[in-house]
């Protein structure tokens, strides 16, 4: 009985004599590979002034694998054991990103901690493990009503790039009523002024700092100036040979004593005055990650823009666009030079219409020219439009009264969000009219349709390569006077690479948070309506529909 209560009390003033995250997790945390054993950041050094930052809100803009997970996991568990407090820990989605954080992050961590084990009382609730009075709520952000009515202290934002941007000023709310709050904010970037790079950018800018152990000068590792790279080709074995240097002397640095000439390094501001503190961090710094692996996947990133995209984003943690990613104003112009036309010209033959809905309804009118060809296979390679109009009306009335203009053959419509109005509209003008969602599961062109509700289930990515890429392959015509607007919507849209878990190239569009692309989905319905139009007038299918 003594020697338990002599335990409890010395456990007590072991706890109360800690002050930092940081030793907090030194002398409770128990890691995993690749560096088992107690916590120590040795091989990490870059992590321990995160954990102990006291700023009110942190970001880390960081290349993958780089140990700012284990920085929020640091917080969160000394958070929750020493002040008592509440977590609110936000994913891209609960499904399967909170399952995977649960499994993978979170019970490994009490499996090795016995410490951490009795701190928590219940974890068997996926998105709620409770520690006494304090709770940790696990979340995805695509659901606002998830987001909602959480009081906690600490919020951490894991993989910011692949979250719902609105949804996390929502989430920001949940610290509003609390005494000590933090938020930390940690992701790898995909473009600029999206997602991290948007909350990086208001912040210190820190970058890691280390003494060069030739010269004694502190230097940052950046590429290419820090890289010697020993072979042309990714699959040369000479390729091996490749090496840090430092920016200054020139010397080599050795990976191998990376844990030597890092432990003592800093983090240095770009501006010291600001109240939020950035981190940010690439993998030439890992000490998992040889100079030859880092070399191997840029030489391969020169003819792969899946590769560039990963070697700029995953490697060096920095925001890169790849070429052709995006229509540049220069696409703009030879479209409105093939054109030539006003907006608001009419046209005969077939005519399609697309209505972007929100607020406004964003339309296009296009007519089509069909090119003599023998394969009727897929329409959108012999045909090119040439856009008669495009603008916005507030009601589906105005709508009609377009539609009368330019005698429309056939129109898609955004399905939501005014599902009813787009049904009704869809119904009034009964068989040429369809009404489209975006819907993942779908390959390539093909389309889903439900007749009783007028719907088109189609892959958003697939379609705006085809209704983008009109633009850079000089297939589409625009209008002298095409509107400031419509340029800037098209412009919009960014297309990203990445490869998944299974190592398949995924792409996707994305948009800054301030930026619109209404007229570019506009665009893109107009594009789904002509296999439609072209049925409808021949009384055929054509193409692309299943």
Same mark, same amino acid.
Request: proline content about 4%; charged content about 25%.
């Given at each position: 009985?003594n020697?338990?209560?002599l ?16 030793? /907090?997790?030194?002398n409770y ?7 088992p054993?107690?916590? $120590?950041?040795?091989h ?5 002034e ?23 996991? +640091?917080?969160v ?7 008592a ?7 891209p989605a609960?499904?399967?990103?909170a ?7 979170f019970?490994?961590?009490?499996e090795a !901690?016995?410490h ?5 009382t219940?974890v $068997?609730?996926?998105g ?14 695509? !659901? ?11 919020l951490?934002?894991?993989e910011?790039?692949?979250?719902v ?7 920001f ?11 930390l ?6 473009i600029?002024?999206i997602g ?16 060069? %152990? ?6 940052e590792?950046i590429? %290419?100036?820090c890289?010697?790279?020993t072979?042309?080709? %990714? ?8 090496h ?9 640095l050795?990976?191998e004593?990376?844990?030597? /000439?890092?432990?003592d390094g800093?983090?240095?501001? &770009?501006?010291? *005055?600001r109240?939020? =503190?950035?981190f940010?961090?690439?993998?030439m710094?890992s ?16 003819s ?5 995209q ?18 540049l ?19 005969t033959g077939?005519i &399609?219409?697309?209505? *972007? ?5 964003h339309?296009?009118?296009?007519s /089509? ?9 897929d329409i ?11 603008g916005?009306?507030?009601?589906? +009335?105005?709508l009609?009264?377009i /539609?009368?203009?330019h005698?429309?053959?056939f ?10 109005? &787009? ?11 369809k009404?489209? =969602?975006? &819907?993942?599961g ?6 889903r ?7 088109i289930?189609?892959?958003r ?8 890429? =009109?633009?850079? +392959? ?6 002298f006077?095409?509107?400031l607007?419509?340029?800037?919507h098209v412009?919009?849209?960014v297309?990203?690479y990445k490869e998944d878990?299974d190592?398949?190239t ?8 301030n930026?619109? *692309?209404?007229h570019?989905h ?16 021949? !009384? ?5 529909i299943?």
């Amino acid at each position: 009985m003594n020697r338990f209560f002599l335990d409890r009390v010395s456990s007590g003033l072991k706890k109360q004599s800690i002050k930092k995250v940081s030793e /907090w997790a030194e002398n409770y945390r128990i890691m995993g590979p690749p560096f088992p054993g107690p916590c $120590k950041f040795d091989h990490h050094p870059w992590t321990r002034e995160m954990c102990d930052c006291l700023a009110e809100t942190i970001v880390g803009k960081k290349a993958a694998q780089m140990g700012f997970t284990e920085v929020a996991l +640091n917080k969160v568990f000394a958070y929750i054991d020493m002040e008592a407090g509440s977590v609110l820990y936000v994913l891209p989605a609960k499904t399967p990103d909170a399952t995977d954080f649960s499994t993978s992050r979170f019970d490994p961590a009490l499996e090795a !901690s016995v410490h951490l084990k009795s701190l928590f009382t219940d974890v $068997k609730n996926i998105g709620h493990k409770r520690a006494g009075h304090s709770n940790l709520y696990i979340r995805g952000s695509r !659901s606002r009503s998830q987001l909602k009515s959480i009081p906690a202290g600490l919020l951490v934002f894991d993989e910011v790039q692949e979250m719902v941007q609105a949804n996390i000023q929502l989430a920001f709310e949940r610290s509003s009523g609390q005494l000590k709050k933090q938020k930390l904010l940690i992701s790898t970037p995909s473009i600029a002024g999206i997602g991290i790079d948007e909350y990086f950018k208001d912040s210190t800018q820190d970058h890691f700092n280390f003494k060069c %152990p030739a010269c004694g000068k502190f230097i940052e590792l950046i590429f %290419p100036e820090c890289m010697v790279i020993t072979a042309d080709d %990714p699959n040369d074995v000479k390729i091996k040979g490749s090496h840090l240097i430092c920016s200054e002397c020139k010397k080599k640095l050795v990976h191998e004593d990376k844990i030597i /000439w890092e432990k003592d390094g800093v983090w240095v501001p &770009t501006y010291a *005055d600001r109240m939020t =503190r950035g981190f940010h961090i690439n993998q030439m710094y890992s000490m998992t990650m040889p100079p030859y692996e880092i070399a191997q996947l840029y030489l391969e990133s020169l003819s792969n823009p899946v590769k560039e995209q990963e070697f700029h984003n995953s490697k060096m943690g920095n925001d890169h666009e790849v070429k052709g990613a995006r229509v540049l104003e220069e696409h703009i112009i030879n479209a409105m030079k093939r054109g030539g036309h006003a907006n608001g010209t009419t046209s005969t033959g077939l005519i &399609t219409m697309g209505v *972007d809905v929100g607020k406004w309804l964003h339309y296009e009118i296009a007519s /089509w020219e069909l090119r003599p060809t023998k394969d009727l296979g897929d329409i959108s390679s012999y045909v090119i439009p040439t856009v008669l109009e495009m603008g916005k009306v507030l009601s589906f +009335n105005e709508l009609d009264e377009i /539609w009368k203009k330019h005698g429309v053959s056939f129109a898609v419509v955004d399905a939501d969000p005014e599902g009813r109005k &787009t049904f009704e509209w869809a119904q009034k003008h009964a068989g040429r009219v369809k009404r489209c =969602r975006y &819907t993942r599961g779908i390959t390539g062109k093909h389309m889903r349709t439900d007749k009783e509700e007028h719907l088109i289930q189609a892959d958003r990515t697939s379609w705006l390569d085809v209704s983008l890429g =009109r633009f850079k +392959n000089g297939t589409i015509a625009l209008p002298f006077d095409t509107p400031l607007e419509y340029k800037s919507h098209v412009r919009a849209l960014v297309r990203i690479y990445k490869e998944d878990t299974d190592g398949n190239t995924i792409s996707k569009y994305v948009k800054k948070d301030n930026d619109h *692309d209404h007229h570019a989905h506009a665009r893109n319905y107009c594009e789904m309506a002509v296999i439609f139009a072209a049925s409808f007038s021949r !009384s055929q299918d054509i193409g692309g529909i299943m």
